[in-house]
């Protein structure tokens, strides 16, 4: 299971050199290694949806067959890798399979991702130790955002029953807008909290709406989806508020 790389999007526009050098020659190296084990099952490759980057019409629902044009330095890392992927599968008959993840979080992902940068900062003010301001990004931003015990899940399934040489997105079918997102952990809050965009968060170049179908997937593998969005966020929550009150 390869997911090594610079995840975040954001750093990957201050950290290029090292977003390519992981994202790419790493998974090189990745492929390299695994080309001369001689009883491998499967290599699965995690890709993302950040590079499918630029498509017309905006709002359309991706599938797997939507050609990769990425305008992050993580997307374009990602986009490169999966070539590399699709090389040694054919070139050295690599039993190598691409998971396309879009947007998932959940308990004890990092701050520098939106929903536990929100959450964190909500268990914060709640605690005292944050005055009661919250700031926040591009909230027009719409995600596919799934739960990350549903989305590892997925790759599980993609492996035990992925065939080599495809590509399987795994997503909600959904998308949300990061507005909406906040709205409702501040709906779990009954602390004061104002809202502030802070122009650091936000982005020169970014993909106003993402929406994939997970319908190969689910026929294929059998993946579903068992969590609701509101589960996801409430969990990241309370994870923070416990973290909070640990004095981490």
Not at 17 to 23: E, K, L, S
Not at 186 to 203: E, G, N, P
Not at 217 to 236: H, M, N, P, S
Request: aromatic share 10%.
């Amino acid at each position: 299971f390869h997911l090594a790389a610079i995840a975040s999007v954001g750093r990957s526009f201050q950290q290029e050199a090292i977003t390519f050098r992981i994202g790419f020659e790493g998974t090189l190296n990745m492929l390299t290694a695994a080309a001369n084990l001689s009883h491998l099952r499967m290599f699965l490759f995690v890709g993302s949806a950040d590079s499918y980057g630029v498509f017309s019409p905006k709002a359309k629902t991706l599938t797997e067959e939507q050609p990769l044009n990425p305008i992050s330095p993580y997307g374009i890392a990602k986009a490169a890798a999966e070539h590399a992927v699709r090389y040694y599968f054919r070139q050295h008959n690599l039993p190598a399979t691409i998971a396309r993840a879009f947007n998932h979080s959940g308990p004890r992902q990092s701050d520098s991702f939106v929903i536990p940068a929100i959450a964190h900062q909500i268990a914060l003010i709640e605690s005292g130790r944050q005055k009661p301001i919250l700031r926040v990004g591009d909230l027009s931003a719409k995600r596919d955002f799934s739960d990350v015990r549903d989305i590892t899940r997925g790759y599980f399934q993609i492996a035990d029953k992925g065939k080599p040489g495809e590509v399987y997105q795994l997503c909600s079918g959904r998308a949300v807008s990061i507005q909406r997102v906040l709205d409702l952990l501040l709906s779990f809050s009954t602390a004061k909290i104002t809202v502030k965009t802070d122009t650091a968060r936000l982005r020169k170049a970014d993909i106003p709406i993402l929406r994939g179908s997970h319908r190969k997937a689910a026929r294929t593998v059998g993946f579903e989806i068992r969590y609701k969005l509101k589960q996801t966020l409430w969990d990241t929550l309370e994870y923070w508020r416990r973290e909070t009150r640990q004095g981490h």
